[in-house]
């Protein structure tokens, strides 16, 4: 197996997944992009669901992966929720296929692959809730409802590469002081 080609084969299918959806995207419709016989496509991987799975879990690994450095980091509660929304906007931006990938057609997942992706978004999110919770107690939090926080900041972060290439693509720096500024200081 030629682990370039399979790369290549989960790079067009990852722009086709994103513009049509995971369903609506047949293996045929990828070989047809790369201009081979669908056929071929099955030497090098073994169908749509791998391909989806190596999308997803590429990502989330990431996400993982940065969570698990933030919250063992020395830094303030804030200073972590600041880290977060820093690098959910790296990641957003590096890997926006994934990312459109990850939020519109995890669903689709199957066997352990849908479980470990469930497990890695719930720990994420149990490590994010335990820094709201705790920035809450110290008192470096307004006092609302930890759920709440974590939906208002995650929701916003998980549509930011639809938003972001609407608008063309901002300036990554200046999308980080300013999403930062406004989820953790509000607009008043």
């Given at each position: 197996?030629?682990?370039?080609?399979?790369?290549?084969?989960?790079?067009?299918?990852?722009?086709?997944?994103?513009?049509?959806?995971?369903?609506?995207?047949?293996?045929?419709?990828?070989?047809?992009?790369?201009?081979?016989?669908?056929?071929?496509?099955?030497?090098?991987?073994?169908?749509?669901?791998?391909?989806?799975?190596?999308?997803?879990?590429?990502?989330?690994?990431?996400?993982?992966?940065?969570?698990?450095?933030?919250?063992?980091?020395?830094?303030?509660?804030?200073?972590?929720?600041?880290?977060?929304?820093?690098?959910?906007?790296?990641?957003?931006?590096?890997?926006?296929?994934?990312?459109?990938?990850?939020?519109?057609?995890?669903?689709?997942?199957?066997?352990?692959?849908?479980?470990?992706?469930?497990?890695?978004?719930?720990d994420y999110e149990e490590?994010?809730?335990?820094?709201?919770?705790?920035?809450?107690?110290?008192?470096?939090?307004?006092?609302?409802?930890?759920?709440?926080?974590?939906f208002s900041i995650l929701?916003?972060?998980?549509?930011?590469?639809?938003?972001?290439?609407?608008?063309?693509?901002?300036?990554?720096?200046?999308?980080?002081?300013?999403?930062?500024?406004?989820?953790?200081?509000?607009?008043?």
């Amino acid at each position: 197996m030629n682990a370039t080609r399979k790369k290549e084969i989960v790079k067009i299918a990852a722009s086709l997944i994103k513009e049509k959806g995971y369903n609506a995207v047949s293996m045929r419709d990828i070989a047809q992009a790369m201009n081979i016989k669908a056929a071929s496509l099955y030497n090098h991987i073994s169908g749509k669901q791998e391909i989806l799975s190596s999308l997803i879990i590429e990502v989330a690994e990431k996400f993982t992966e940065e969570m698990n450095t933030i919250a063992s980091e020395n830094l303030s509660p804030l200073q972590k929720i600041e880290r977060v929304i820093e690098i959910h906007i790296d990641i957003t931006v590096n890997y926006s296929e994934n990312i459109a990938t990850l939020n519109n057609d995890w669903m689709h997942l199957e066997g352990s692959a849908l479980k470990r992706v469930v497990k890695m978004r719930e720990d994420y999110e149990e490590n994010f809730r335990k820094i709201i919770k705790k920035g809450i107690s110290e008192g470096e939090i307004k006092s609302k409802h930890p759920e709440v926080i974590l939906f208002s900041i995650l929701s916003t972060l998980r549509t930011l590469y639809l938003w972001n290439e609407k608008r063309g693509k901002m300036d990554v720096n200046v999308l980080k002081k300013d999403m930062v500024a406004v989820l953790l200081k509000g607009i008043v």
